[in-house]
């Protein structure tokens, strides 16, 4: 119980941390939530997403997917420019503990923007998107960008061209959480939910990546 304690507390430093330098900056969270912002503006004025709800669910899930792989990159980048992640790898602290905090810290990075998304979307193109159905998928589809978005920098953190890299590999590793978002969302818009077996699989998707995060951690750090 006390070693539960223990890492528990250790994984809320290095969140209240990381949180602390991003409420100073605000860069992530800028990024993210003008990135889709100017997205969805664009395709509301130059296309049919109001009358299609297929068009609008592919294009909604492909802006927030650049959007927050430009976020996570912009997080951890300024955990190596800062040296941050040397220190933590340097510490008495176990990889894992030090990749879940990660994970964590980039999920909550991520769904904030995402929360405004939603309300600025409600505004441009009037899509009622507070279905407890879609918050609930929007939650889990986030988790599982962020375990995969800090795998794949992580993968590419000391290659030239990490910036290019991981969004390359990022993006065919979520294309299942895309798909499983695209077809529930067009489902929730219609008030049609044909079957739920789609959130199973994300969640299934994602912790595979977690275990997957948990088992290649020491050699990420060791790279």
């Known amino acids: 119980m006390k070693n539960l304690y223990k890492i528990l507390n250790i994984i809320k430093l290095i969140i209240f941390k990381d949180f602390v ?16 912002i100017l997205v969805l503006v664009v395709v509301a004025t130059t296309s049919n997403a109001r009358n299609s709800v297929e068009f609008f669910s ?6 927030i997917s650049f959007s ?11 955990e190596f420019e800062n040296k941050g992640i040397e ?6 602290i176990d990889k894992e503990i030090i990749i879940f905090s990660k994970f964590c810290t980039n999920f909550i990075f991520i769904n904030i923007p995402s929360a405004i998304i939603i309300i600025f979307n409600n505004i441009i193109l009037n899509y009622d998107l507070y279905s407890p159905y879609f918050l609930f998928l929007i939650f ?4 599982g960008f962020s375990i995969i978005g800090t795998i794949t920098f992580l993968l ?14 990022f993006i065919p590793l979520v294309t299942p959480l ?10 929730i818009i219609n008030n049609d939910i044909q079957n739920f077996s ?12 977690l275990v997957i995060g948990f088992l290649i951690s020491n050699i990420i750090f060791q790279e």
């Open 198 to 209: 789609w959130y199973g699989l994300i969640i299934a998707y994602d912790l595979l990546f």
């Open 68 to 78: 927050i792989i430009l976020g996570i990159n912009k997080s951890m980048n300024k």
């Open 58 to 63: 592919t294009i909604f899930w492909i802006s």
């Open 178 to 187: 895309l798909m499983g978002g695209a077809i529930l969302t067009v489902q």
């Open 21 to 36: 330098e991003e409420i100073k900056s605000k860069e992530i969270f800028i990024s993210i939530i003008s990135y889709s």
């Open 156 to 169: 590419f953190a000391k290659v030239r061209g990490r910036e290019i890299l991981s969004p390359l590999l």
């Open 87 to 92: 220190y933590l790898i340097t510490s008495p």
């Open 140 to 143: 889990i589809i986030n988790f």
